[in-house]
C-alpha cells in the first residue's frame, strides 16, 4: 500500500515536470509575423532586387553624365536628381508587394491545404489574421524605409566619389543631399499614408482572400470598379471614384509629402493634423470589419 500510494505522487510530479510552458499571445503573434517573412520571401526580395536595380542604374548613368557635363554646377545637379525617383520606386514596388500579399496569403493557404497544418498549431485565427494584417501596415512601411536609406546612402557614397573624381567639392553635396528632417519625414509618410492611410485597401484585400475561392484578384477590384460604375449611370455622380482617389492620394499626409520636395521636408509636418482627419478613423474602423470578417471566415471556411 505505501509503496503504491508514493507512486502516484511521482507520476503526478513527473507530468506535471513535463507539461509545455504557456507561450504569451505577443510571442505567438511575433512568430506569426516571422512566419510570414518566411514563407512570403517576395516581401523583402522583390524591394530588394529593385533597389539593386537602381543602384545599377545609378552607377552606369552617374558616371557617363558627369563625365560628359562641363558645367561643374551642373554635374552636382544632375548626381542629385535620381534620389527622390529612387526613393518612388521602391515604394511603388513595396506597395504592388502589399497588394499581392493581402489577396493571396488567406487564399493560397486554403488552395494548397496548408491551412490545415496551421490550425493545428496553437494560434488562433484573430492572432493569424492580425500578423498577416501587419505585414503591410507595419513591416512593409519599416522595411521601406529601411530600404530607402540604405539605397539613398550608397548612392550619396558614389556621387562623393564621382565627383571628386571630376574636381568638384563633395562635403557640400553631402551635407544638401542627407539630412536629418528629410529621413524623419520619409519614415512618417511611410508609416502614416503606406501603413495606417491605405489600411483599408489591405483590409478589403484581405477579406476577399479568406471568402474568394478562385479569381481573388478579380472579386477585389471588380465591385469596386462596378459601384463607380453604377453611381455614374444611375444618378450621374462620382462620389464613390473621388472618394477612392482622395484614399489613394494619400490625403493630408501624401499631400505634405508632395509638397516637401521642393520645401524645408518639416514645413507641412503636422503629425496632429493627420491623426485628427475623419477619414483616417473612418478607414481604420472598415479595416477593423473587414479584419473581423476574415477572421471569422477562415475559422469556417474549408480548403480548396
Known amino acids: 500500500m505505501n509503496t503504491q500510494s508514493s507512486a502516484i505522487p511521482e507520476s503526478h510530479l513527473g507530468s506535471q515536470a513535463t507539461a509545455p510552458a504557456a507561450i504569451s499571445t505577443w510571442l505567438r503573434f511575433f512568430w506569426s509575423i516571422k512566419r510570414e517573412l518566411w514563407e512570403y520571401r517576395s516581401i523583402y526580395i522583390a524591394p530588394l532586387a529593385v533597389a539593386g536595380v537602381t543602384l545599377f542604374a545609378f552607377l552606369i548613368a552617374s558616371i557617363g553624365r558627369a563625365m560628359s557635363t562641363s558645367d561643374l554646377v551642373r554635374r552636382g545637379e544632375i548626381?542629385?536628381?535620381?534620389?527622390?525617383?529612387?526613393?518612388?520606386?521602391?515604394?511603388?514596388?513595396?506597395?504592388?508587394?502589399?497588394?499581392?500579399?493581402?489577396?493571396?496569403?488567406?487564399?493560397?493557404?486554403?488552395?494548397?491545404?496548408?491551412?490545415?497544418?496551421?490550425?493545428?498549431?496553437?494560434?488562433?485565427?484573430?492572432?493569424?489574421?492580425?500578423?498577416?494584417?501587419?505585414?503591410?501596415?507595419?513591416?512593409?512601411?519599416?522595411?521601406?524605409?529601411?530600404?530607402?536609406?540604405?539605397?539613398?546612402?550608397?548612392?550619396?557614397?558614389?556621387?562623393?566619389?564621382?565627383?571628386?573624381?571630376?574636381?568638384?567639392?563633395?562635403?557640400?553635396?553631402?551635407?544638401?543631399?542627407?539630412?536629418?528632417?528629410?529621413?524623419?519625414?520619409?519614415?512618417?509618410?511611410?508609416?502614416?499614408?503606406?501603413?495606417?492611410?491605405?489600411?483599408?485597401?489591405?483590409?478589403?484585400?484581405?477579406?476577399?482572400?479568406?471568402?474568394?475561392?478562385?479569381?481573388?484578384?478579380?472579386?477585389?477590384?471588380?465591385?469596386?470598379?462596378?459601384?463607380?460604375?453604377?453611381?455614374k449611370i444611375a444618378f450621374n455622380t462620382s462620389y464613390f471614384g473621388s472618394m477612392m482617389g482622395y484614399r489613394m492620394s494619400g490625403g493630408e499626409a501624401g499631400g505634405d509629402f508632395m509638397a516637401n520636395n521642393s520645401v524645408h521636408p518639416l514645413m507641412h509636418f503636422s503629425l496632429l493634423r493627420f491623426l485628427v482627419v475623419p477619414s483616417l478613423w473612418l478607414g481604420l474602423v472598415f479595416t477593423a470589419l473587414c479584419l473581423i470578417a476574415a477572421v471569422r471566415l477562415r475559422r469556417y471556411r474549408n480548403p480548396m
Open 79 to 231: 548626381l542629385e536628381e535620381p534620389y527622390s525617383f529612387a526613393a518612388l520606386v521602391i515604394m511603388a514596388t513595396t506597395f504592388f508587394v502589399a497588394i499581392f500579399y493581402c489577396l493571396d496569403t488567406l487564399h493560397g493557404e486554403r488552395r494548397d491545404r496548408s491551412i490545415l497544418f496551421w490550425k493545428s498549431l496553437p494560434v488562433s485565427d484573430l492572432t493569424t489574421v492580425l500578423s498577416k494584417a501587419a505585414i503591410p501596415i507595419i513591416v512593409l512601411p519599416l522595411l521601406t524605409f529601411a530600404i530607402i536609406m540604405v539605397t539613398q546612402f550608397i548612392m550619396l557614397l558614389f556621387s562623393g566619389a564621382v565627383m571628386l573624381v571630376s574636381g568638384l567639392d563633395a562635403s557640400t553635396f553631402w551635407k544638401q543631399s542627407w539630412s536629418f528632417p528629410v529621413s524623419v519625414m520619409m519614415l512618417y509618410h511611410l508609416i502614416a499614408v503606406h501603413g495606417l492611410w491605405y489600411a483599408p485597401f489591405y483590409g478589403w484585400m484581405l477579406l476577399v482572400s479568406a471568402w474568394a475561392r478562385r479569381a481573388a484578384f478579380l472579386w477585389a477590384f471588380l465591385p469596386p470598379i462596378a459601384i463607380g460604375v453604377l453611381e
